[in-house]
């Protein structure tokens, strides 16, 4: 059974820094595309970085230059370290697994995180 769980959030300043990290057990494929998604309260679930089995990084424009998705595979840990954080990028944080490419929606990712809240104060 494939198991993702969130870490890291929290409630910082304007500016300041956070790093999330999603631990994933179970999974035994080797091919895979891994996102980090947030969704505000009355909003969609956005994506906001991907990376595929081949290393491949994608973000969403918002967060490019401030954002950085890395994995650990030996710990099989995904992270996102949050730098210059702003007032917008306060939602839950979720990290999601599917097996194959990465799509640019939410819906065809199989399997979730319990998220993690993120809040940046003014």
């Known amino acids: 059974q494939v198991h993702l769980v969130e870490s890291g959030g929290g409630s910082v300043q304007a500016g300041g820094s956070l790093r999330l990290s999603c631990v994933v057990s179970g999974y035994t494929y080797s091919t895979y595309c891994m996102g980090w998604f947030r969704q505000a309260p009355g909003k969609e679930r956005d994506r906001v970085a991907d990376?595929?089995?081949?290393?491949?990084?994608t973000y969403t424009d918002s967060v490019k230059g401030r954002f950085t998705l890395s994995q650990d595979n030996a710990k099989n840990t995904l992270y996102l370290q949050m730098n210059s954080l702003k007032p917008e990028d306060t939602a839950m944080y979720y990290c999601?697994?599917?097996?194959?490419?990465?799509?640019?929606?939410?819906?065809?990712?199989?399997?979730w995180g319990q998220g993690t809240q993120v809040a940046v104060k003014t």
């Open positions: 990376i595929n089995s081949d290393g491949y990084i």
């Open positions: 999601a697994l599917r097996r194959g490419g990465c799509p640019y929606t939410f819906h065809l990712y199989d399997y």
